[in-house]
């Protein structure tokens, strides 16, 4: 069952079921059995509304086709799953939402949260409550640094800045003899975090670099006329826009209209996240573009990639974004370290057993490997590459692809970012 | 154009209409279907705003509906109660856009370059911005002569200035009222179709407007169609600059010259008596 609403009649099942098993249970093994029958409860936060909503809906869409994909082939430990899912808005009502998830529906774990602003106030919650809490996007870093360097219960996902950091390393590759750069990015946190990191990376690379312009509109800005007409009079050589929703894909059409990347380079860091909607007809080639996570067109994608990205086209008309990856990566880890907890007799692990288990566990996700470093934070590729239009769709891929690991664009446990960044050797 | 729709509506029934916001995003919306549908068919593309300003004038007539089935009954309640009435409008707009047409955001692809490009002043200029300035010129023009000239405008005028009168020299006032929301909201669903070339629907972006209709408003003069007009101007070139000057100052700027024009006149640039 996947879905949030199950109907009447479903829930009546299961409460027969569940009687029946604590019934049966009280007769054969009174200490063993209730906790590990029926269906294990499996809590979701995703984002609903508001410019996340699209996000919101691949993570959740992943999650589905991961919990139908593992129910076909006998649940975890033979036990079915079941979602709940809850919304994700601001973080005073999903701190309530999270608390009901684990107090009320009993939930195993807690998988989702996208915002960082919201998964700030989760992260303390679920060490709390002593239930595990997998994020798919949201991290517990205020700005570029970590708050909980420790965790017991959380697990984060990348550092937000981790896909401006990739393009800073690749820009100089393809971009030579930069000298002048211009930035815009949604005014808050994330917008200014990637600039700030990814100014710090470039400077590495190009000390003479002018960094010319920045703007930062709000999110959800429509128009972006004036903010182009002014990044065309700074006459920089290269743009760096770190939109990621709908904004990315106005400012490209915005920006064709005036023909700015007929002069200028671009670099989009992060709007692969909505890579469908980049149509050849305003999307130019010579871009570089970050698709975070997951590359759905990868050439070297696994069997798994290609055929979640075949049913995922057929079921939603749409082409998966990096969500995706980081949802399912979040609940096959879950399933790959409850069995690992269950030892060979099988039994269903303790909640403190099976976060133990998720320390430096590595999977197989879509995308390829996909790890837990033992700080509890997620570890992975990133994907990023000069847009072409020579492909059989309507908007534009990447080619050559770069895959770029958070081994090495990931600051280390412990670290500052801008302390780590000025150490490099390059 | 939905500064215009707000004028209209707020100047003859006095609500503040804070729903005009959802009728642009629904516009919007309608327009990225009527335009999709227009080129599946088959369709020559550069004859796409004839659909796209069709769908835009036709969703208008959601106006009589939300008048006729909501509206009506709060006239005679206080402010607090219409404004909490457009603003529940707004809401349940914004879900049955996500319902309709799902969260993400939507656009007519790469029509919006059909037309061209033009090399006005040393800049580039698409050819399509330059039709839907002309389009909105044309409008303004239209409701001008509309209010001024017709016999229409005549009873709209009469009725913004004096309901009791007007109603008491046999107006039918609930055949006005209805008539001046579907144009108010025909004014904000055509404004909405006509922009989304160049942008993309978003189901939020109702709300977003709202804010920047209310400070044009303001700053114009509530109830005045020159208002509105010179508002939208003063509010668009002020952005432009200050975002080529200062980006800093963009958002705060508009606020800035509403304190100020609040405080020195606060009828607006261009609110006489009748507002």
Redesign the interface.
Same mark, same amino acid.
């Given at each position: 069952m996947t879905h949030d609403h199950s109907s009447r009649r479903q829930f009546l099942k299961l409460l027969g079921a569940g009687a029946g098993a604590a019934a049966a249970s009280r007769l054969d093994a009174p200490a063993a059995g209730t906790q590990a029958s029926g269906p294990v409860k499996i809590g979701v936060l995703t984002i609903r509304a508001g410019v996340a909503a699209p996000v919101g809906a691949a993570g959740l869409r992943a999650t589905e086709w991961w919990a139908e994909r593992v129910n076909n082939a006998g649940g975890i430990l033979g036990r079915p799953i079941q979602l709940v899912v809850e919304e994700e808005s601001n973080p005073k009502d999903t701190v309530e939402r999270f608390r009901k998830l684990v107090l009320q529906d009993q939930v195993e774990v807690v998988l989702g949260g996208i915002s960082t602003g919201v998964t700030l106030a989760l992260g303390p919650v679920a060490e709390d409550l002593g239930t595990p809490w997998l994020s798919w996007d949201g991290t517990t870093q205020r700005g570029v640094e970590e708050t909980m360097p420790n965790p017991k219960w959380a697990f984060k996902s990348v550092d937000n800045e981790v896909e401006a950091i990739v393009a800073g390393i690749l820009t100089p590759k393809y971009f030579k003899g930069i000298k002048t750069v211009a930035g815009i990015g949604n005014d808050y946190s994330y917008g200014h975090d990637c600039w700030e990191s990814y100014q710090a990376v470039l400077r590495r690379y190009v000390p003479d670099v002018k960094f010319v312009l920045e703007l930062f509109p709000k999110l959800g800005v429509t128009d972006f006329t004036s903010h182009i007409a002014a990044i065309q009079q700074s006459k920089a050589d290269l743009l760096m826009c770190s939109f990621w929703s709908g904004d990315a894909t106005i400012i490209m059409k915005q920006a064709a209209a005036v023909g700015l990347f007929k002069t200028m380079k671009g670099v989009f860091t992060t709007a692969g996240g909505v890579h469908d909607s980049l149509k050849k007809e305003f999307t130019p080639e010579g871009l570089l573009l970050g698709y975070n996570t997951m590359y759905f067109d990868d050439p070297k994608g696994s069997a798994l990639l290609k055929q979640f990205v075949r049913e995922y086209k057929a079921k939603y008309n749409e082409y998966p974004p990096y969500e995706c990856d980081h949802a399912f990566f979040n609940a096959e880890s879950y399933k790959v370290a409850v069995e690992k907890a269950a030892g060979p007799a099988k039994k269903w692990p303790e909640k403190a057993r099976v976060v133990k288990a998720l320390e430096g566990l590595e999977i197989e996700s879509l995308s390829g490997k996909r790890s837990w470093r033992e700080d509890h934070v997620q570890m992975c590729n990133f994907y990023q590459g000069i847009t072409t239009h020579k492909n059989a769709y309507d908007f534009v891929t990447i080619g050559p692809l770069e895959v770029v690991s958070t081994k090495q664009a990931m600051k280390p446990a412990g670290s500052k970012l801008f302390e780590w960044i000025a150490g490099w050797k390059v | 154009m939905v500064a215009a729709g707000l004028q209209v509506v707020f100047g003859v029934q006095k609500i503040f209409n804070l729903a005009c916001g959802s009728f642009y995003a629904l516009g919007a919306y309608v327009g990225v279907s009527a335009v999709g549908w227009y080129v599946g068919a088959g369709g020559p593309p550069a004859l796409f705003i004839v659909p796209l300003a069709l769908a835009g004038l036709a969703v208008g007539a959601v106006g009589i509906v939300v008048e006729r089935g909501l509206l009506r009954f709060v006239y005679d309640r206080d402010e607090t109660f219409q404004l909490l009435m457009t603003f529940a409008i707004v809401l349940m707009m =914004?879900d049955a856009i %996500?319902l309709t047409w799902?969260?993400?955001?939507r /656009?007519t *692809?790469?029509l919006?370059?059909a037309y061209g490009?033009v090399q006005l002043l040393g *800049?580039?200029?698409?050819v399509?911005?330059l039709i839907v300035i002309a389009a909105s010129l044309a409008i303004a023009l239209a409701i001008g002569w509309l209010l001024a000239r017709t016999a229409f405008g005549r009873i709209i005028r009469a009725t913004a200035d004096n309901r009791e009168m007007a109603e008491a020299l046999g107006v039918d006032m609930r055949r006005v009222y209805a008539e001046v929301f579907t144009l108010g909201t025909a004014l904000g669903t055509l404004g909405g179709a006509l922009v989304i070339p160049?942008? *993309?629907a978003? /189901?939020? $972006?109702g709300i =977003?407007l709202i804010v920047e209709a209310f400070a044009v408003v303001v700053i114009g003069g509530l109830g005045s169609m020159r208002g509105a007009f010179g508002g939208a101007l003063v509010v668009g070139v002020l %952005? *432009?600059i200050a975002? /080529?000057v200062y980006? =800093?100052l =963009? $958002?705060l700027l508009i606020y800035l010259i509403v304190i100020a024009v609040l405080a020195a006149r606060p009828r607006g640039l261009f609110g006489g008596a009748a507002a």
């Open positions: - | =914004e %996500r799902g969260t993400a955001p /656009s *692809a790469g919006y370059l490009q *800049a580039t200029a698409p399509y911005n160049t942008t *993309a978003m /189901s939020e $972006m =977003e %952005r *432009a975002i /080529s980006p =800093e =963009e $958002m």
